[in-house]
């Protein structure tokens, strides 16, 4: 099974994929994460993409889908896989379906977590970071205090410098003036499994199994 899955900040829709890839054995390719770690690196695409970071301005497509084929290739051609959030524009559809026919590998489902804009904000605004496995946690629900140490490793946890009312409202509206457009082609495609992500986590997940037999 070969699986997308869309959201706005803050729909969950990382743990989502987390469940699924455990459920059905699927490699979870969460692309921001691989840019951050990228971005760490002392390299010439590592320094591309810090400084692109910096600015808040979106990877090209082609270093997108170059960056996801060379994660992809590391994965087993018997294993399947969940690309979180790519294509993430409409330019990149093709791409990315170019990239996976040449990996012998095509989309099944997508899957796309709603969530209003206010809650949006709400849940982002008290998100936290491990800084050494970068699981994400909720201030008041996983954790009391930054000064928490992760639940899952020990390590310390920080919040992002863009999760802020300014900053989140800068990415939602990127992602539905530029990635909506992209879902809504996959609605076409009669792949699309919608789910609302206004409720709790083992909630959102039964959705979505469900969905499996539906679409």
């Known amino acids: 099974m070969n699986l997308i899955i869309f959201g706005p900040q803050g729909s969950g829709k990382g743990t989502q994929a987390d469940?699924?890839?455990e459920k059905y054995n699927l490699a979870h390719i969460e692309t921001g994460q691989i840019f951050r770690e990228i971005g760490r690196e002392n390299s010439e695409?590592?320094?591309k993409i810090k400084q692109l970071n910096d600015l808040k301005e979106m990877i090209p497509d082609e270093i997108t889908v170059d960056v996801i084929k060379n994660s992809l290739e590391k994965v087993s051609s018997q294993k399947g896989i969940i690309l979180d959030s790519a294509p993430r524009t409409i330019g990149q559809i093709e791409l990315v379906?170019?990239?996976?026919?040449?990996?012998n590998r095509?989309?099944?489902?997508?899957i796309y977590i709603t969530l209003p804009y206010d809650e949006s904000v709400a849940r982002i605004t008290k998100r936290y970071a491990c800084?050494?496995?970068?699981?994400h946690f909720v201030l008041g629900k996983h954790i009391s205090g930054n000064e928490d140490p992760c639940p899952t490793c020990g390590g310390p946890v920080m919040q992002?410098?863009?999760?802020?009312?300014?900053?989140?409202?800068?990415?939602l509206k990127t992602f539905y003036e530029v990635t909506v457009?992209?879902?809504?082609k996959y609605r076409e495609k009669g792949m699309l499994i919608e789910v609302d992500g206004n409720q709790g986590v083992e909630e959102v997940f039964s959705?979505?199994?469900?969905?499996?037999?539906?679409?």
């Open 19 to 21: 469940l699924l890839a």
């Open 45 to 47: 695409l590592g320094k």
């Open 97 to 103: 379906e170019k990239m996976l026919q040449g990996l």
């Open 106 to 110: 095509s989309i099944d489902k997508a």
């Open 131 to 135: 800084t050494v496995c970068y699981r």
């Open 160 to 171: 992002r410098a863009d999760d802020t009312p300014d900053g989140v409202a800068k990415r």
């Open 181 to 184: 457009p992209v879902i809504e």
């Open 207 to 215: 959705e979505i199994i469900m969905g499996f037999e539906k679409v």
